[in-house]
């Protein structure tokens, strides 16, 4: 399983590089602001930092939400590094950018998926990884998870390449759950990550350890 971090912000991806756990970035345009990017030009050079963070794998998203803006932008955010993933929204102009995408050996990450039908409309296109938002479904009562895991039965009729990125995960428990049914990237906060670490058993027994080594070598 890749353990992608969602944010934009440079000092929590340099946290989870790192850690030694980390296999790419996701962003978004609201998570760019939040860092307080603005403007053409310092968005480009805010992604260039990213990718100077890491290895592979950042995706960045088009704002454009036509066949023409998003190839234009699409274009251009790949040009920045050969690590940079095109986002590109699930509408019908997007579809078909990400089929151009795939044709012109250009990475995608199709996003805010939710539904299966829209997943497969996006493998079929040919984007390299599909993002379903399993906390918002939760947020309006439905099941994120169930999602998860009908895709990953979906996908294992057939031989898409596509890689099923699990997104808007919110707790450690939807990472562990998507990990169970066989996401094969989940993109968390950093938080997620670090909660991943805690259990009360480690703290405890690792303090007994400590003070039994003191006591026997003084
Ligand atoms: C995914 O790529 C999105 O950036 C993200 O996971 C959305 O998460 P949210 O629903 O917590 O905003």
């Known amino acids: 399983m890749k353990f992608f971090i969602d944010t934009a912000n440079l000092d929590e991806i340099a946290e989870a590089r790192d850690m030694g756990i980390l296999d790419g970035v996701t962003t978004n345009p609201s998570l760019m602001a939040k860092e307080g990017i603005s403007g053409h030009e310092n968005i480009l050079a805010h992604y260039q930092a990213i990718c100077d963070l890491v290895d592979?794998?950042?995706?960045?998203?088009?704002?454009?939400?036509?066949?023409?803006?998003?190839?234009?932008?699409?274009?251009?955010?790949?040009?920045?590094?050969?690590?940079?993933?095109?986002?590109?929204?699930?509408?019908?102009?997007?579809?078909?950018?990400?089929?151009?995408?795939?044709?012109?050996?250009?990475?995608?990450?199709?996003?805010?998926?939710?539904?299966a039908g829209q997943a497969l409309l996006a493998a079929k296109a040919g984007a390299t990884y599909i993002s379903p938002f399993i906390g918002r479904l939760d947020d309006i009562s439905a099941d994120g998870l169930q999602l998860i895991a009908q895709l990953i039965a979906i996908f294992d009729n057939y031989d898409f390449q596509t890689e099923?990125?699990?997104?808007?995960?919110?707790?450690?428990?939807?990472?562990?759950?998507?990990?169970?049914?066989?996401?094969?990237?989940?993109?968390?906060?950093?938080?997620?990550?670090?909660?991943?670490?805690?259990?009360?058993?480690?703290?405890?027994?690792?303090?007994?350890?400590?003070?039994?080594?003191?006591?026997?070598?003084?």
């Open 56 to 115: 592979d794998k950042v995706s960045a998203e088009v704002i454009a939400t036509d066949f023409e803006g998003i190839i234009k932008e699409g274009q251009e955010l790949s040009a920045l590094s050969p690590k940079i993933v095109v986002k590109v929204p699930m509408i019908r102009d997007g579809v078909k950018a990400i089929k151009w995408f795939s044709d012109n050996n250009i990475r995608t990450n199709c996003t805010l998926i939710f539904s």
């Open 164 to 218: 099923i990125l699990a997104a808007s995960i919110r707790h450690p428990m939807h990472l562990i759950s998507c990990a169970e049914v066989g996401a094969h990237v989940a993109t968390c906060p950093l938080n997620v990550f670090q909660s991943l670490l805690k259990h009360p058993l480690t703290d405890i027994g690792l303090e007994k350890f400590l003070a039994d080594h003191q006591k026997a070598n003084g």
